[in-house]
């Protein structure tokens, strides 16, 4: 069966911010408002954040609301309030993540909010029951902050196989963010994966144009 996508194009970041990094997922705040206008004039695009870095509500959110975008975070519901604690090099790459009222303020806004785990850790690789556990915590750590439901879930490092769609369906999971294109099974009745473009500091205005032409 052919994968039920949403025809929408989402661009995938990560931190928003001109802090020095041993890596590629930090976009400069220069570089993304560049990006931002060119975003803005594409009907059927938006904006998706891995991670729920505080960067994102400091250097990112304004933007998002003045250029009138679609945005959807994606939290790790253990590192809320907190640090990161891999992809850490000497404590180069450390970087705080938004905290509970942060992520309140950024939905009352307009944001939508969806669930990157609770550990970061990869869900392909986890027994049954951390899966379980991992997906249930999240979820309702994410739903006692916005008093709403969460539908949404981003699997960390897009690693996505089809017993991972299964207990995300269960959960309570129906819209899954993925770089992948996967097929969905018939079973999974109204499940849908959306697909989103990862964009780095590397990527021009230039290169977003490539990706949302394909």
């Not at 003045?66 to 975070?73: E, Y």
């Amino acid at each position: 069966m052919a994968p039920r996508s949403k025809s929408r194009k989402g661009y995938s970041y990560h931190s928003i911010s001109d802090s020095f990094q041993l890596g590629i997922n930090r976009v400069p705040r220069k570089k993304f408002n560049s990006h931002i206008d060119y975003i803005s004039t594409k009907l059927d695009a938006f904006l998706s954040f891995d991670d729920g870095y505080e960067s994102f509500y400091t250097n990112a959110l304004d933007s998002i609301i003045k250029a009138n975008l679609s945005a959807i975070v994606f939290p790790v519901t253990g590192s809320i309030g907190s640090y990161n604690n891999w992809d850490v090099n000497f404590l180069i790459n450390s970087e705080r993540h938004m905290d509970r009222k942060q992520i309140a303020d950024a939905y009352s806004r307009g944001v939508k909010i969806g669930s990157h785990g609770h550990r970061h850790r990869s869900f392909i690789y986890m027994s049954e029951s951390e899966l379980v556990n991992e997906l249930k915590v999240s979820k309702e750590i994410l739903e006692d902050i916005v008093s709403e439901e969460i539908d949404s879930l981003s699997p960390p490092f897009g690693h996505l196989d089809l017993r991972v769609l299964d207990y995300a369906y269960e959960a309570g999971y129906r819209k899954i963010y993925s770089h992948n294109d996967m097929s969905i099974p018939k079973d999974l009745g109204n499940l849908e994966i959306i697909q989103t473009m990862p964009i780095t500091r590397l990527d021009s205005v230039s290169a977003l144009k490539r990706k949302f032409s394909g």
